[in-house]
Nanobody
Framework: VQLQASGGGLVQAGASLRLSCAAS????????MGWFRQAPGRERDFVAGISWSGKYTYYADSVKGRYTISRDNAANTVDLLMRSLKADDTAVYYC???????????????????????WGHGTQVTVSS
């Protein structure tokens, strides 16, 4: 699966932004998806995950209540709606697809980078305070 993330940009604190990840070259609907982010000098951190059906979603505590992950299996896309953005949200955001098709995972497994096989190139989100 090839992934392409888009939608990043420079926004002010408190604003909203929607990221989108387009998938191609695989059976998108069979794989869970995740969003991660990496700030300068920091490790890549889990942000949100969604099951292959879209029924189950998982969030890092730092974004819970502000971010919403969703997917459109007909369009092969997964989105991340980010609200009430803070300066600490500044990072490169990456989408990723899971290794195993039709898998059911717990929240802890979604948060591990090793759960995912394919990664997009990332899109920069910068939040000015």
């Amino acid at each position: 699966v090839q992934l392409q993330a888009s939608g990043g940009g420079l926004v002010q604190a408190g604003a909203s932004l929607r990221l989108s990840c387009a998938a191609s070259g695989g059976d998108f609907a069979r794989y869970c998806m995740g969003w991660f982010r990496q700030a300068p000098g920091r490790e890549r951190d889990f942000v949100a995950g969604i099951s292959w059906s879209g029924k189950y979603t998982y969030y890092a505590d730092s974004v819970k209540g502000r971010y919403t992950i969703s997917r459109d299996n007909a369009a092969n896309t997964v989105d991340l709606l980010m609200r009430s953005l803070k300066a600490d949200d500044t990072a490169v955001y990456y989408c990723a697809s899971c290794r195993r098709p039709l898998a059911y995972y717990d929240a802890e497994t979604y948060a591990r980078a090793t759960t995912y096989e394919s990664w997009g190139h990332g899109t920069q989100v910068t939040v000015s305070s």
